[in-house]
């Protein structure tokens, strides 16, 4: 049976739920504004301040976008390059992940040590530049990929995460006769598929919305991902953006065009993550109970 709730465990809990309500209201509006701005007719966006609801809905922006194959096309290559790089993100991180959790492997606190210092110290954008320029990586996906293909924070907590796994399982697959990468690959990563899919989205989310790179090693704009064609929105405005197949006499605000490529490269993400949700979640939840 239940016991009756003292009023400072109510209070508690009311004080909490209210905290939540407030941040994430403060969180959803920006998101509501653009997406209302990106609905908004003409005359709303030059006359109102801040639209909630848009009186009168125009899908002009979303038509000025798609009017060239440039959004589709930006849309096709931030997609390769999500898939590939958390691809090679998790490859790389597993394989420098498995062997740290290892106590017996040698010069381990050395190695963790460097890894760290990595985390608190970088060579800086000049430098890794020229690292990238030496490889022969400029204008190439590659300079996407390979610079940031570790993430220290990321190798730290799934080390942690294969810590934890009991030892037992992998003694048992190496009397079967696996190596080292087979249980890695067979036995530690099966067990391991709610921290594999949190570092996963956590991967595919920083590609998805990197910029920057792109804008230092990518100089062909035939390359140039959804977000690098947000920035040029953003600073130049939409003119020039769309090709002559669109009438002079067609007049956006550039707002409109902002809000609606922001919509456009954002919709992905929130369409994956509900069913990333359970194993994120999860993933997390493992991690800081036996951590």
Known sequence: MVKDRSPGSVLFDTVNYASLLAFSLLMIVPFIYVLS??????????TRKFIWIPNHFSLAGYQYIFSTKTIFRSLLITTFITGVGTLINLAFTASMAYPLARKNLRWRRGLMLMVIFTILFNGGIIPTFFVVKAFGMLDTYWSLWIPGAISAFNLILLKNFFQNLPESIEESAKIDGCNDLQCLYKIVIPLSMPAITTFSLFYAVGHWNSFFNAILYINDMAKWPIQV????????SAGGFTDSSVSAETMIPPDTIKYAVIIVATIPVLLVYPFLQKHFAKGVLLGSVKG
């Open 37 to 46: 701005g990106s609905l908004a007719s003409s005359e709303e966006i030059l």
């Open 229 to 236: 064609w947000l920035r040029q929105i953003v600073i130049l």
